[in-house]
DNA sequence: GAGTCATTCGTTG
DNA sequence: CAACGAATGACTC
């Protein structure tokens, strides 16, 4: 089920060039909600999971946030070794070149 | 500097 | 209708 909202967090996710990487906040601001919460909600239930990069989102503190629902674990070190491939190096669990970010206002 | 608490939006049960 | 979820920001210790 995809509503609008969700819609609009996958857009601006693609908007996202490749070999950089957003953040919930980022996003959240980009879809007009102060909640990225409800960002990382429309991730984690995203239908379009090959079809939107999530594994370009991260937290707003630079960190790898989290990857279809699990915050650390194995599907974490699939996002850093994803973003590495294109481009983005994670460093001890957090990006290395905070000139990754980018903002999708 | 690190850890903890309260806040906020949307979705699902 | 009520509870939960990929988080963020601010305050306190």
Redesign the pocket.
């Known amino acids: 089920?995809i509503?609008?909202?969700?819609s609009r967090v996958y857009t601006a996710l693609c908007s996202v060039p490749r070999g950089r990487v957003t953040?919930?906040?980022s996003l959240?601001s980009a879809?007009?909600?102060?909640?990225?919460?409800?960002?990382?909600?429309?991730?984690?239930?995203?239908p379009l999971?090959p079809s939107?990069p999530?594994?370009r989102?991260?937290?707003?503190?630079s960190?790898i946030?989290?990857?279809?629902?699990?915050?650390s674990g194995k599907?974490i070190a699939e996002?850093i070794k994803m973003l590495a491939e294109e481009g983005v190096i994670f460093r001890d669990g957090k990006l290395a070149d905070a000139g990754r970010l980018f903002k999708c206002t």
């Open positions: 089920m509503t609008a909202f969700q953040t919930y906040a959240a879809v007009g909600c102060r909640s990225p919460r409800a960002v990382g909600q429309a991730l984690k239930r995203n999971a939107v999530c594994h989102v991260i937290a707003s503190d960190s946030g989290g990857f279809r629902g699990f915050r599907a996002k």
